[in-house]
C-alpha cells in the first residue's frame, strides 16, 4: 500500500473467508504494514500473536465491543469489510418474483446492508483524525441498478445496492472530520469461495490472492474526491 505511511495498521473483518483471508495474507507480506488484526466469528481465527476478539455482524453489541477492544491499538489506516452472503440459511438466489420471502429479504439486508453500515458507524472511529485512511466494503456488480440486465438475484441485488447508498451517505459525513479518508464500495469479481461455488458452475473464476491483490491496488490509487464510489477490481467505476 504505497499511499500509506510505513508502519500502518489494518484490519479485515470477515477474515474467515476466501477473500477476506487472502485480504489478510495479502497486507502482512506488505513490509509497510505494522500489523494485520483478522476479525471473524471465531475469536483468534486467522490471528496474530496478538489474538483478537471474534465478532457476530449481525449483532450491534458484537461489533461494538469488538471496535471498542481495539481502540487501545488505533489509529488503523485500512480496515476492510469483507462480510457478505448470497446463499442464506441454505436458500439460493430467488430467480422470480414467486420466490420472494419476506424473512430471506430480511437476512439478506441485515447481512448485506445493515452490518456493513454498523461496521462504517464503530469502525470508522477507529480511523486516524488526520492523514490518508482507507475504508472499503465488498459489494458486488449485480448491485448496480444501472447494469442489471437479466434481473433475478433479488435480495442480494438489493441489499448491496443499499450498501452502496450506505457508504456513498457515509462517506460524505466521515470527510467532515477526515477529509483525507476514501470510503469505497468494491466489487471483487468472480472470485472462488464458498459464496460462489454453487452458482458459477463452469464459468472463469478469479484466485482469492489475485483477488485481494487487485482490489488492495484499487483502493489504495483512489483520491480523498472519490470517496464514496463504487469500483471494480481492475479500478473502473460501476454505475449506480
Given at each position: 500500500?504505497?499511499?500509506l505511511p510505513?508502519?500502518?495498521?489494518?484490519?479485515?473483518i470477515?477474515?474467515?473467508?476466501a477473500?477476506?483471508?487472502?485480504l489478510?495474507?495479502?497486507?502482512?507480506?506488505?513490509?509497510?504494514?505494522a500489523?494485520?488484526?483478522?476479525?471473524?466469528?471465531?475469536?483468534?481465527?486467522?490471528s496474530?500473536?496478538l489474538?483478537?476478539?471474534?465478532?457476530d455482524?449481525?449483532?450491534?453489541?458484537?461489533?461494538?465491543?469488538?471496535a471498542?477492544?481495539?481502540?487501545?491499538?488505533?489509529?488503523?489506516?485500512?480496515?476492510?469489510?469483507?462480510?457478505?452472503a448470497?446463499?442464506?440459511?441454505?436458500?439460493?438466489?430467488?430467480k422470480?418474483?414467486?420466490?420472494?420471502?419476506?424473512?430471506a429479504?430480511m437476512?439478506?439486508?441485515?447481512i448485506?446492508a445493515?452490518?456493513?453500515?454498523?461496521?462504517?458507524?464503530?469502525?470508522?472511529?477507529?480511523?486516524?483524525?488526520?492523514?490518508?485512511?482507507?475504508?472499503?466494503?465488498?459489494?458486488?456488480?449485480v448491485?448496480?441498478?444501472?447494469?442489471?440486465r437479466k434481473?433475478?438475484?433479488?435480495?442480494?441485488?438489493?441489499?448491496?445496492?443499499a450498501?452502496?447508498?450506505?457508504?456513498?451517505?457515509?462517506?460524505?459525513?466521515?470527510?467532515r472530520?477526515?477529509?483525507?479518508?476514501?470510503?469505497?464500495?468494491?466489487?471483487?469479481?468472480?472470485?472462488?469461495?464458498?459464496?460462489?461455488?454453487?452458482?458459477?458452475?463452469d464459468?472463469?473464476?478469479?484466485a482469492?490472492a489475485?483477488a485481494?491483490a487487485?482490489?488492495l491496488?484499487v483502493?489504495?490509487a483512489?483520491a480523498?474526491?472519490?470517496?464514496?464510489g463504487?469500483?471494480?477490481?481492475?479500478?473502473?467505476?460501476?454505475?449506480w
Open positions: 500500500m504505497q499511499s510505513s508502519g500502518y495498521r489494518a484490519i479485515v470477515g477474515a474467515s473467508g477473500i477476506g483471508a487472502a489478510v495474507d495479502a497486507l502482512r507480506g506488505d513490509e509497510a504494514c500489523e494485520v488484526v483478522a476479525l471473524g466469528r471465531r475469536p483468534g481465527s486467522h496474530n500473536a489474538g483478537e476478539p471474534g465478532i455482524v449481525l449483532s450491534e453489541a458484537s461489533i461494538t465491543a469488538a471498542q477492544a481495539l481502540t487501545g491499538r488505533a489509529p488503523f489506516h485500512v480496515v476492510v469489510n469483507a462480510t457478505g448470497l446463499h442464506i440459511g441454505g436458500v439460493a438466489p430467488e422470480r418474483l414467486a420466490e420472494l420471502n419476506a424473512d429479504l437476512r439478506a439486508f441485515a448485506n445493515i452490518a456493513p453500515a454498523l461496521l462504517i458507524k464503530h469502525f470508522t472511529l477507529l480511523l486516524p483524525s488526520a492523514g490518508r485512511c482507507l475504508f472499503a466494503s465488498l459489494s458486488a456488480r448491485g448496480s441498478i444501472g447494469d442489471n434481473g433475478g438475484w433479488y435480495g442480494y441485488r438489493a441489499s448491496k445496492a450498501q452502496n447508498m450506505l457508504v456513498k451517505t457515509a462517506a460524505i459525513e466521515v470527510a472530520r477526515r477529509p483525507e479518508a476514501v470510503l469505497a464500495a468494491l466489487h471483487p469479481g468472480t472470485v472462488a469461495s464458498s459464496l460462489s461455488a454453487a452458482v458459477i458452475g464459468a472463469p473464476v478469479t482469492p489475485d485481494a487487485h482490489l491496488a483502493l489504495d483512489l480523498p474526491a472519490q470517496s464514496g463504487f469500483f471494480a477490481y481492475d479500478g473502473s467505476v460501476i454505475p
